[in-house]
C-alpha cells in the first residue's frame, strides 16, 4: 500500500483536474436539451478508462442515455468485479442559489462544489484513479474488474435493466461495488445494507376549457388550483401519515434488534434540526428520525404549480394544475401495487368538477442486503484501516434501482461502499463533495481491491 | 344621426387599422420588462386623441405608470363628461395556447383577437371615435369631454388615485362615464350598477434551508409544497364555503327583488357549463349562478408554484412554496378587514416546521350604484336605440377599484356601459372582441353623448 499511497499523493491535482473535466459537463438526464451534454460525458469517461488502462471501452446503446462499459480481464481464474455508477446529474434549478456555477466546479473549504461533485461523478471516478494506481504501481490487477457506468440514473434507470439483460455475459461478474451512497457523518464510515424503492407519478388536473376572468366567473365555476390543492391534502393524515388506502400493507417492519442498533448511532435530532433551520422536523408518528428515513415509506410532493406564477397580480381562475410526486417505499412494498393503491385513491377523491390524469413514471424495488457477507465484512476493514475508526451498518433512504436490478439479473452479492454525506447537497444548490473522502476514499478503495479476491475466492463465476 | 352612422361606416376600414396598432403594444402593466411598451401605447392614445381632435393631450406622470389626459371643453355652460379607460393588459401566459399571436392582431369570424382587444383597448378606443364622428359632422360636442385613460386597472390602479388627487381640477366633471364592463349576452345589452371589490396577497412558505434529496430526508423533515397544500385547503370547507373567521360579516344580502329581477334575467346553467367544457359547475350553496358571480364573494387561489416543474421526475423535498391569492368582495366588506382575517387565520394554521410570509397586494372596494339616476336611465336608452332591445340592469363579478376611487373623490354619478362579452376571454389565452358590437356600440355612445346634455341639465359642476 505505501507505493499506493505515495502514487495518490504524487497524483492528486491530475486527479482533481481531470475531475473537474467531467463535472463541467452538463450531463443533466431529465431534461431533453441536454441529451448531446449525456453522450459527451459518457464519451469522457470511456476515454477516462481507455487512459487509466481499461480495455475493450465501448459507449453500449440503450433506448434512453448509453452506459459505459469498460474492463480489465487479465486475472485468469480470479474473480470478476462489476463496478457500477452513474454519470448523469441533477436538474440544477434554482440556478439563483448556487453560490459558484454548477458546471464550473470550485474547490473551496477542501470541497469541490459542482453539480454531480458527490452525486455520483466523484465516487465513480475514484474507482477508476484506484484501479489506475493499483495497475501503475503493480503492474497489474489482483482480480477481473468491469465498467458499467451509466446515465439515466437520475430519471429511475429507465432502460438499464434491458441493456444489462441484452447484454448479460459482458456484464456477468461475481460481485457488484457501487459508490452511490453516504458515510453516516464525516468521520463515520458505513456499509449500507439497505435501500428504499421509488413509485413516480403526475397529476394533471383539469377544469375549464380556458383560463377564466376571476371577476367575471369567480364564485360559480370550479378553480384548478383549489382543486388540485384540496386532492393533494387527502393523500395524508395531520400527522403526516400516509391515507391512502393499503399503502402500508405488507411493510416490513423493523425488528427489535434493528431499532436498538439505530439507536446507538450518532444521531442528534436537535443538532440536525438546527443544520436544516428547520422550525421543527416533522414525520410518522412512533419512529425516529433514523428509522423514518430507513425504514418507513413516504409520498412526497416534488413540485406543483399552475395558474400565474408572475410578478404581481393576476385575477385568473387557472384551468390547469399539476404535481409530481415520488413515494420512497420500504422491503415489502412493490411500486407497480403502489401506484394502483395511489390511484384509486386519487380516481376516488377528485373533486367535483375536474378531470385528473394520472401519469406513471419509472420506480426501483426497495433492496435489503445480507450484512454477514465476507465482502461486506470485508468492506468494513477496509474503512477502518483508511479512516482509522470502526465502520458501522446502516441503511439508507434513497433508492437505487439499479441495485434491484442486479440482484434479480445476477444473484450475486452487492456491496455499497459510499463516500458522500448527507448534507452535500445533492439534489439541491451548492451540491459539493468532501476532498478528505476523496483522499481516504482512494485509499479505502485501494484496500479494498487488493484483498477482495483472499475473501472471494479464486473460482471464476 | 344619419350623417354620424355614414361616418361611421365610411370610416370602419380606417377606426379597424388605428385598433390594430393600439392592440400590437405589448402593454403588459403587471410585468416589469413590459414598462417601455405601457409608455408606448400611451404616447400612443395621447397622439390619437390630438388627431381626433381633443385639445390639451398630456401624459401625466404617476409613480408607476401614466395617465392618458386630453379634453375638449368648447361648450361653455354645458355638463362635462370624464371619460375613464385603460390601455394596458392582462399577461399572455400561457403562450402557447394562443391561435394567433397576443400582439399580432387578427380578424376572424367578425372578432378581433388580441390581448387588450376587450379589456379594455377596444371599449376605450370607441369614445375617442365615437366623439371624433360627432366632432367631425357636426363641428362640435354638445357637451365638454375629459379622457383619463391608465395605464395600472390590471394591477390594481396602484396609482390612479393619487393622480386624480394631485390634479384635482384637471378630471372634475360631472359624469364619469366608463366602458369596462360586460353585457349580459351577445343581443342583450345591460348597464351595470354594481361591481365587486378586490383584496389580493401572496403566501410565501419556507421550511429547511435548502430543497432537499428525498431519499436522504425523506420522511424527516417538512416539505414546503405538502406544507402549502395543507394550508391553503383550510381556506374552503369542502362545499366551497370560505372558512377564514369573520370573512362574511356585514355582507350586504340580496334583497328578494334584485333575487326576483336575477331569477328573469337569461341566464343557462347547462349551456352555461357545456361554453366552459366543465364536467359540473360550483360554487357557494345556497345561491344561483348570477348571484354568485355578482353579489357573494369569493377566495380563489389564483396561482400555485414550488419545488420541480421540469421535465421527468426530480426526487426532491421542495424548501420553498408559493401561492398568489384574489378575494372579489361585495358591498359591505373592506379589502383592509379581509386581508387581516386571512392573515390572522394563515398565521393560525401554518403547519409545524413551516414559517409564511403573507405580502399584501393593491386592492379595491366593491361599488353599488342607484340606477334610478337619468344619466343611467339614458344609457338604457342609447342601447336600446342602436341594438333594438330593451337594456337590462345587471351587477358584474368584476371589479375596476377606480369607480370607488372616483365615487370617494368626486361624488358625481358613475354610468358604466359596456360593450364586452364574458366569454371573449379576458384575462385568458385568446383574447378576442365582437365587431358587432364595436360597431353598434360606436352608435350607442353617439346616441349617449348628443343625448346627454338634455338629462344632465346645463349647470357646469
Redesign the interface.
Known amino acids: 500500500m505505501e507505493a499506493i499511497e505515495r502514487h495518490l499523493r504524487d497524483h492528486r491535482e491530475d486527479h482533481l483536474a481531470q475531475l473537474k473535466s467531467l463535472l463541467s459537463i452538463p450531463s443533466i438526464?431529465?431534461?431533453?436539451e441536454h441529451k448531446g451534454d449525456v453522450r459527451k460525458a459518457a464519451q469522457f469517461l470511456s476515454e477516462a478508462l481507455t487512459e487509466a488502462g481499461f480495455q475493450n471501452a465501448e459507449i453500449v446503446e440503450t433506448a434512453g442515455h448509453p452506459v459505459v462499459y469498460a474492463d480489465w480481464l487479465n486475472a485468469p481464474g480470479k474473480p470478476t468485479v462489476l463496478v457500477y455508477g452513474h454519470y448523469d446529474v441533477?436538474?440544477v434549478?434554482?440556478l439563483h442559489?448556487w453560490q459558484s456555477p454548477p458546471f464550473e466546479p470550485d474547490i473551496r473549504d477542501n470541497q469541490i462544489y459542482a453539480r454531480g461533485a458527490s452525486d455520483d461523478k466523484g465516487p465513480t471516478f475514484m474507482h477508476i484513479k484506484a484501479l489506475e494506481a493499483i495497475l501503475q504501481e503493480h503492474g497489474e490487477l489482483p482480480l477481473n474488474i468491469k465498467f458499467c457506468i451509466e446515465g439515466e440514473e437520475e430519471?429511475?434507470s429507465a432502460h438499464l435493466a434491458d441493456a444489462l439483460e441484452a447484454h448479460k455475459a459482458k456484464f456477468q461478474a461475481d460481485l457488484v461495488l457501487i459508490s452511490d451512497t453516504?458515510m453516516l457523518a464525516p468521520d463515520q464510515p458505513s456499509i449500507c445494507y439497505g435501500l428504499?424503492g421509488?413509485a413516480?407519478f403526475q397529476i394533471d388536473l383539469r377544469?375549464?376549457?380556458?383560463?377564466?376572468?376571476?371577476?367575471?366567473?369567480?364564485?360559480?365555476?370550479?378553480?384548478a388550483?383549489?382543486a388540485?390543492?384540496?386532492l393533494?391534502?387527502t393523500l395524508?393524515a395531520?400527522d403526516g401519515t400516509i391515507t391512502v388506502d393499503g399503502f402500508y400493507d405488507g411493510v416490513v417492519e423493523l425488528s427489535p434488534a434493528e431499532r436498538d442498533e439505530y439507536a446507538k448511532l450518532p444521531h442528534d435530532d436537535e443538532a440536525?434540526r438546527q443544520s436544516?433551520?428547520?422550525?421543527?422536523?416533522?414525520?410518522?408518528p412512533g419512529y425516529t428520525?433514523l428509522e423514518?428515513?430507513w425504514a418507513?415509506?413516504?409520498l412526497?410532493?416534488?413540485?406543483?404549480?399552475?395558474?400565474?406564477?408572475?410578478?404581481?397580480?393576476?385575477?385568473?381562475?387557472?384551468n390547469e394544475?399539476?404535481?409530481?410526486i415520488?413515494c420512497?417505499l420500504v422491503p415489502g412494498q412493490d411500486p407497480n401495487a403502489i401506484l394502483d393503491r395511489i390511484e384509486a385513491h386519487i380516481t376516488k377523491h377528485t373533486?367535483?368538477?375536474?378531470?385528473v390524469t394520472f401519469t406513471r413514471?419509472?420506480g426501483g424495488h426497495p433492496y435489503l442486503a445480507p450484512y454477514d457477507h465476507p465482502a461486506i465484512q470485508l468492506a468494513a476493514q477496509a474503512y477502518t484501516k483508511a479512516y482509522g475508526v470502526q465502520a458501522v451498518f446502516t441503511r439508507?433512504?434513497?433508492?437505487i434501482p439499479v441495485v434491484e436490478t442486479f440482484s434479480q439479473l445476477f444473484h450475486i452479492p452487492i456491496v455499497l461502499m459510499g463516500f458522500g454525506l448527507?448534507d452535500e447537497?445533492?439534489?439541491?444548490?451548492?451540491e459539493h463533495f468532501s476532498l478528505d473522502n476523496f483522499d481516504k476514499g482512494l485509499r479505502t478503495l485501494c484496500y479494498y481491491y487488493l484483498n477482495l479476491p483472499t475473501v472471494l475466492g479464486n473460482e471464476p463465476n
Open positions: 438526464s431529465a431534461l431533453s441533477q436538474p434549478d434554482p442559489l430519471v429511475g453516504t428504499r421509488l413516480a377544469t375549464a376549457n380556458s383560463d377564466l376572468h376571476s371577476g367575471l366567473y369567480g364564485g360559480a365555476v370550479p378553480n388550483v383549489h388540485l390543492v384540496e393533494l391534502d395524508h395531520p440536525y436544516l433551520d428547520l422550525p421543527a422536523l416533522h414525520g410518522e428520525t423514518r428515513l418507513r415509506p413516504t412526497e410532493l416534488n413540485g406543483i404549480y399552475g395558474g400565474f406564477q408572475g410578478e404581481g397580480t393576476k385575477t385568473v381562475i387557472p394544475a399539476h404535481a409530481k415520488t420512497r373533486p367535483v368538477g375536474s378531470t413514471q419509472e439508507m433512504g434513497g433508492s448527507s447537497n445533492f439534489h439541491a444548490p451548492n
